[in-house]
């Protein structure tokens, strides 16, 4: 433990006084007047007084030991040798009440140092006893390590020590001691200066007591203390040595009083004045420190504001998310925050520290634009700048930035500073590129829909006409070829009608469960014929496939479609590989993250591969990159359009010189949890046989006449209506059973959804079959008496005669 000069103190006064009165009790025990009285030829410390202060010196030592190492033996042998040291003054003052002398007195002492009679030539004077009492006293009971009697200590050593001062000035200004006080009070300055040395060893040995505190405190009052201390000790002192008024005629008793008096005036101006110079110096310091502490609290404010705004900074650059920049321009040093890594990758050690680094990041095509007019903006007198471009990321991709500058200048307009923020508009761009292919898509399905209803009404019409005539004309007559092909042309305007509902959603399916491994088994000898000879195709069937659920020929086309692109990308020849698989879990597809059991369809190829620029457009309708008159750009889209409307999705991953591949997710059906209902096998002779009541409502004139002829040609009777308002009232009038409700679906006036339901509502027995070209015609006739039968458009005789005859039998 480290301790200060104070506490060491009373070892050193314990000592001192062990020392000196070691040598006054060995002078009486060897019989040397000189060494018993120092050589200071005045009457010496008598033996019992040298044995008691040789006692409070050992205790002194001995407690200020324990204090320091709290150590009980310590304390002990301290209070014992106290003890001593009080008994022997204790008894001394005993043999003065009583009048009688004891053997103690005489023990040490030899008979040749006994001039007068024994008792009262080595006893102690009544003073010396009453001080080593209290000093032993003071020791025993007050210093202990107990704070609660810490006061009878303060108290037993401030007597002591005002009475030997006392007896100091009497010296120190040629008095008798004690003011002549008597033999019996007469000290020797040796024990009193022993006795007061040991008094304050005393008072220090606990300086947290009340009476040493303020002598070492480092206050204002311990400091004007350690001032003070010195000066008022020593100045008494000084005077009474110079013994000036001992100077005058012992008859002059009044100027020596007043001579006296003028000193102690004297005395006290120095004390007042220094004391008063020290508390202005105080003052001076405390008024000091009180503005450095006001210019402290200014200082902590501000930088407490300028935390603050550091923190509102941060958290606004992070609420952001944009790359802070902030750049000298007079040095070109460009300092970034935290966001430049979490938005582009980049590690703190990768970003530069200079305009150098940001300009070689900007994409090549764009830098010379964004680099010119930043520097333009700075050397023009500009305050803002901002431009988009693209910046490189660390993985080398790029991203959609924003950027937006300040720039400050200095009282000439010089630029001295630029600070900015760069936002990454990455995703919203594609986001925004997103939501216009989705309203380009819309526009584009509209159209087809519209298209779609008149283009279906004029093949159907075609494709009956041609059955009709074909019906007339024999194979080996003359326009039977010419009839053959315009059933054919219809036909084909029907595939194409059907690819541009697919791709927009649109078409009808018939979705019956399907093992697809079953359905390529079927497809793998046409797609062999369609490959070249350099083109190899490899089949990898998962076994135990579960079941999807979609149109069987869609399905076809599916594949169709993509092995046909498969083989385009190879024109030097290559492997084909279709491969299924079960799959459970999440799968990234182009919509995003898809989760749940899928049944998947792979068609990859070891082609030319897709380029990154061209890969997010492959399913845009009508593009294509074949030359003109090799590809519609329907391909594609039609694909997604089906796979989409089957509740699936697609995958793609392609690279320049890596090949493709498609990977097309269906959901797996689950035969157990869904009932199949089946239309009821219909026999070839039956389907031309019908004698019931059917209602036929169709805007298109045409049309509704062919279907007519159809129905009446196959024994039905025919009521016919151009929209549904008219058909409710034709059917109305009808006395007889209606079998059938033969309706368009989308009609003026009254469309197919509103007479259905109108129908189901007069006719509970009468069947109803919806003719339709697309889902939103067919969405538009759901009634709350379920799903509705239809058959699509165009259709041919055969076709129309077995659904109908088909829903009246169900």
């Known amino acids: 433990m480290t301790r200060n000069p104070v506490s060491r103190t009373p070892t050193w006064i314990g000592a001192i006084s062990i020392v000196i009165a070691s040598l006054i009790f060995i002078g009486w025990l060897l019989g040397s007047h000189e060494l018993a009285g120092l050589m200071l030829n005045r009457a010496p410390v008598k033996p019992n007084s040298a044995f008691a202060l040789i006692f409070t010196g050992a205790a002194l030592i001995f407690l200020n030991r324990a204090h320091a190492e709290e150590n009980l033996r310590f304390y002990t042998a301290g209070k014992v040798a106290a003890l001593l040291a009080a008994a022997i003054g204790a008894i001394v003052l005993v043999e003065y009440l009583i009048g009688a002398g004891t053997a103690l007195d005489t023990i040490f002492i030899p008979d040749g140092m006994l001039i007068r009679p024994a008792v009262r030539d080595v006893r102690m004077s009544r003073l010396a006893a009453f001080a080593l009492t209290l000093l032993g006293a003071g020791l025993a009971f007050g210093r202990t390590s107990n704070r609660k009697h810490l006061w009878i200590g303060d108290i037993a050593f401030s007597i002591t020590a005002g009475l030997t001062l006392i007896g100091l000035l009497s010296f120190a200004y040629g008095a008798l001691p004690i003011g002549g006080l008597g033999h019996a009070m007469q000290v020797p300055i040796p024990a009193v200066m022993l006795s007061f040395l040991i008094a304050l060893g005393g008072i220090l040995l606990r300086p947290d007591s009340r009476l040493v505190r303020p002598f070492i405190s480092a206050g204002a009052g311990g400091k004007l203390i350690a001032q003070m201390l010195p000066f008022v000790i020593i100045v008494p002192f000084a005077l009474g040595s110079l013994h000036i008024t001992q100077m005058l005629s012992p008859e002059n008793a009044s100027m020596q009083a007043a001579l006296s008096s003028a000193i102690t005036a004297i005395v006290f101006a120095l004390v007042i004045w220094k004391s008063a110079d020290e508390l202005n110096k105080l003052d001076a310091r405390k008024n000091e420190l009180d503005r450095e502490r006001a210019a402290l609290a200014i200082r902590a404010e501000r930088e407490e504001e300028l935390s603050l705004l550091n923190e509102r900074y941060r958290y606004v650059a992070k609420a952001t998310n944009d790359a802070v920049w902030d750049l ?92 900015g923020a760069m936002s990454d508009r990455t995703t919203q761009i594609a986001l925004e590129e997103t939501l216009r292919h989705s309203q380009k898509m819309d526009a584009v399905g509209q159209l087809s829909a519209g298209v779609a209803h008149d283009f279906n009404n004029v093949l159907a019409l075609i494709s009956i006409s041609a059955d009709f005539l074909l019906q007339k004309i024999g194979p080996d007559e003359e326009h039977h070829g010419e009839v053959t092909e315009i059933k054919k042309a219809a036909d084909r305007g029907s595939r194409l009608t059907k690819q541009l509902l697919a791709f927009t959603r649109q078409q009808l ?190 805007d298109d004139d045409a049309l509704r006449s062919a279907v007519e002829r159809i129905l009446v040609r196959a024994g039905y009777k025919v009521l016919t209506a151009s929209n549904g308002a008219e058909g409710l009232e034709v059917g109305g009038a009808h006395p007889g059973r209606i079998a059938l409700v033969l309706t368009d679906a989308r009609m003026p006036v009254m469309g197919g959804a509103e007479l259905v339901r109108r129908i189901r509502e007069e006719r509970i027995d009468t069947r109803v079959l919806v003719m339709s070209g697309y889902t939103d015609e067919i969405e538009a006739g759901m009634v709350e008496g379920g799903a509705i039968p239809f058959i699509g458009k165009p259709f041919d005789n055969e076709a129309l005669l077995g659904k109908v005859r088909s829903v009246i039998q169900a």
Request: with cysteine.
């Open 328 to 419: 000298d321009v007079a040095s070109n040093k460009l300092v970034w925050n935290e966001s430049v890594h979490s938005l582009f990758g980049y590690g703190p050690d990768e970003v530069g520290s200079d305009l150098t680094w940001w300009e070689d990041r900007v994409h090549p095509e764009d830098r010379a634009r964004v680099v010119d007019t930043f520097h333009r903006a700075v050397s023009d007198g500009s305050e803002i700048w901002h431009s988009s471009y693209r910046f490189r990321n660390a993985d080398d991709s790029w991203s959609s930035v924003v950027d937006r500058g300040y720039i400050i200048r200095d009282p000439e307009g010089r630029a001295r500073r630029a600070i």
């Open 509 to 698: 399916l018939s979705a019956v469960p399907l093992n697809l491994n079953t359905a390529l088994d079927e497809m793998v000898g046409m797609l062999h014929r369609l490959l070249s000879e350099r083109v190899e195709l490899v089949v990898d069937r998962e076994p135990n496939l579960r079941l999807i659920k979609v149109d069987g020929g869609q399905m076809e086309q599916i594949t169709l479609n993509l092995v046909l692109n498969a083989r385009d990308s190879m024109p030097d020849g290559g492997v084909v590989r279709i491969e299924t698989a079960n799959v459970s879990g999440s799968v990234p597809c182009l919509t995003g993250v898809v989760s749940g059991d899928f049944v998947t369809l792979t068609v990859s190829d070891t082609g030319t591969g897709i380029p990154r620029d061209v890969l997010n457009r492959i399913f845009d309708p009508f593009f294509t990159t074949k030359e003109i008159g090799q590809g519609t750009g329907l391909g594609l889209a039609t694909v997604l359009g089906i796979v989409k409307q089957s509740g699936g999705d697609i995958c793609v991953d392609s690279g320049v010189g890596s090949g493709s591949r498609f990977t097309v997710y269906f959901p797996a059906y689950d035969a157990e949890q869904s009932q199949e209902s089946a239309d009821s096998p219909v026999s070839g002779e039956a389907v031309m046989v019908g004698g019931e009541t059917i209602l036929v409502v169709e």
